[in-house]
């Protein structure tokens, strides 16, 4: 007799993170979870309730596929830093920056220039802000050649400008954006500073304009002190250079924005009705795919509720797997499904149509203390 899968457990989110090599946002947004403990006195990441499972069940079918299957995780590739340099190195010249040196590199990606030179020999790795930067930089590239490369500049040029620091040439010379220092000067009621600088009621503005709810946005500009200290309202200056960079060029190219588009509940069903292997399809039928009822997928479909954050995240491993594997796609997604219904106990997947995930049961047994 062929043993039943193990359930997910909290300890596994942190094998997912080792796997796939990221920080703690990083993980955070590939499994669409806001907090890596669960509230009140469920499972944890660590420590003695890391061994509790998971109590949703789109949660940990997202866990649960992402590690058998971790390339197919909504992360995004960042270009190593020496790629991109020689990449970039022939346009300084026509551009006017001078010698292409990685000093000018670090000044140009927000931070000091000694860091890139940290970066190049594998000392540090780059903040998550400058590994976004990499990526408009190398997309705008590919794109446009030495002409999207000159579009960046320009947008560091001007942050330079309106913090006071000057050209690209006085930045170059300064060897350093001085975030503690304008971070200082801000204290002073008395400090003057440009109306054009980014403040955290920009980033509001730009999260508006990008479409973006504040999670993903914030994983966008790859700044997790966000996650808790973030006033919508707020004039007064964002403080690191490589946020406001960032932050910046996409209120000014919105269209360059690379966060991948999740596809919604139709798209999702419009792909199903070629591959499924159900006598009929329908939301009841569909729902379960993503560890929700049928009638809350029908709830999608009237418009009346919109799919979670992890429920998301499935929609785009799964439409993804349709597109480039057909069948194959579908059936690698449902045999991960397939897995958690055997796991927790609830038999077929046809049973889970009928009677649901029984999330109460699930919590009387391993939450009695919630239930």
């Given amino acids: 007799m062929q043993n039943s899968p193990k359930l997910i457990k ?3 989110l942190q094998d997912l993170k080792e796997l796939l090599g990221v920080t703690r946002l990083e993980l955070m947004w590939a499994i669409g979870q806001k907090s890596l403990a669960s509230p009140e006195r469920g499972w944890k990441i660590k420590g003695e309730r890391s061994d509790l499972p998971i109590l949703q069940p789109p949660f940990s079918l997202l866990i649960r596929y992402l590690l058998e299957y971790p390339d197919d995780s909504a992360l995004l590739k960042t270009p190593k830093f020496t790629t991109l340099f020689a990449k970039l190195s022939p346009f300084f010249g026509p551009l006017s920056l001078g010698k292409p040196t ?5 000044s140009l990606c927000g931070v000091h220039q000694g860091a890139p030179i940290e970066w190049k020999n594998g000392l540090i790795e780059p903040s998550l802000a400058v590994k976004r930067l990499f990526i408009i930089i190398d997309n705008a590239v590919k794109k446009d050649g030495i002409e999207g490369f000159k579009r960046y500049i320009e947008t560091v040029e001007e942050e330079a400008k309106h913090r006071g620091i000057g050209k690209l040439s006085d930045l170059f ?10 971070a200082q000067q801000l204290k002073d009621p008395d400090f003057k500073f440009s109306e054009k600088l980014i403040t955290e009621a920009d980033l509001s503005d730009i999260r508006e304009l990008l479409e973006l709810n504040w999670w993903d946005f914030i994983w966008l500009l790859g700044r997790p002190t966000l996650l808790y200290n973030w006033n919508s309202k707020s004039m007064l200056p964002h403080v690191p250079p490589s946020t406001c960079i960032l932050a910046r060029y996409l209120r000014e190219y919105d269209e360059e924005c690379f966060l ?4 919604d509940h139709n798209e999702i ?4 009705e070629k591959v499924h292997p159900f006598k009929k399809l ?15 997928y029908n709830q999608w479909f009237k418009g009346a509720k919109e799919p979670s954050i992890k429920v998301r995240h499935l929609f785009l491993i799964l439409g993804k797997l349709i597109k480039e594997k057909g069948q194959a796609g579908f059936d690698q997604y449902f045999k991960m499904v397939q897995n958690e219904i055997l796991s927790r106990g609830l038999g077929s997947y046809e049973d889970v149509v009928k009677n649901g995930w029984d999330t109460t049961n699930f919590k009387k047994k391993y939450y009695p203390v919630l239930s």
């Fill in 10 to 12: 909290g300890a596994d």
């Fill in 102 to 106: 990685l000093s000018k590199m670090g």
């Fill in 173 to 182: 010379r300064a060897k350093s954006w001085a975030p503690r220092e304008f």
């Fill in 260 to 263: 991948p588009k999740m596809p």
């Fill in 269 to 272: 069903y419009a792909l199903l």
């Fill in 282 to 296: 329908s939301g009841r039928v569909v729902g379960p795919l993503f560890g929700v009822s049928g009638w809350s």
